[in-house]
């Protein structure tokens, strides 16, 4: 069961990192406090991830065989290298950091299997714009009629929190359900966890990284990339929801961050491309780009270094 310790490290890693997408422009903008937010959101990862989480191990399965020791190292690379972007206030995909560290793994072990790859490859530019155009569709036809019911419904203070209460709780079981396969798919391939158990410790591991350690990369994704009022932030959480969502019924696990930061500029386009913060954009992007190669690395240099202890 050692080999599970990094499992564990990789999911309070990403729950720490995926609470900015989940709460982070609920808590910015106002509307919600962040430990009720987080506690919400905590409790929804874990029904999401036993309701619906087991679609995503397949997938993950279909990359290559795994071992307890290739498990050990893809995880631990996974953990490390968003850990490292956590520190930095970056918000990253988990799903990248453990597709890279996977690849890497089976570069050496001669066993990458391409074409669910070219699936999750695929899913990688889709993901930003599905959910740019579910949060872009919504919101631009709420400031084009504001005086219309709906929009009128909507300026109501309480109304609004409701809605981000509830559009909270949406987002963190569509989280749950498609992002718990990141942390414990490579236990369900190796043999070591029943689908059921790995969705229970994988969702966990989740919530705890949400409650601990999660302030810095809400501050990116809730008020530095694009300025959110109550109302934006309700359609930024919402098309991020409908696109994770999406996704774990497909079984393809997807970055709750690249949904995120997609809805979050779609919003942006609605107010304008000068709200959007370019700097903050092109830190995002970097995070995108750095973190499937620095697990790749990584995980490359750990299984050489356990080939080396082992012979």
Known sequence: ???????????WAMGSNDAANLIGPAVESRALRFWIAAAVASLFVIIGAVMVGSRGFVTYG?????????????????????????VLGLPVSGTQAVVGAIVGSGLL????????????????????????????IPYKLITLYPGGFIGRFLTQSTVVRIGLFLVTCY??????????????GVYVKSGLLS??????????????????????????VGSRLVTLDP????F???????????????????????AVVGAVIGIGLVKGVNTINPRALVNVLFGWLGTPTIACGLSIGFTYLARLASS
């Open 231 to 234: 109302v934006a932030a309700l």
């Open 62 to 86: 279909a990359i290559g065989a795994q071992t307890l020791i290739s498990s050990f190292v893809v995880m631990l690379a996974a953990a490390l290298t968003v850990t490292l972007m956590t």
């Open 195 to 220: 689908p059921l158990v790995a969705a229970l410790v994988g969702s966990t591991a989740l919530a705890f990284g949400i409650l601990t350690f999660s302030h810095k990369v809400i501050r990116t």
């Open 171 to 184: 987002a963190a079981y569509s989280y749950g359900a498609n992002n718990v396969a990141n942390v414990t």
């Open 109 to 136: 072990a001669g066993g990458v299997n391409v074409q669910p790859l070219i699936m999750i490859f695929l899913s990688w530019i889709l993901t930003p714009l599905g959910a740019l155009v579910a949060a872009y």
């Open 1 to 11: 069961m050692w080999t599970l310790i990094a499992g564990v490290f990789m999911g």
């Open 236 to 258: 930024v959480i919402l098309g991020e929801a409908i696109t994770l969502n999406v996704y774990a019924l497909l079984g393809v696990p997807v970055s709750a961050s690249q």
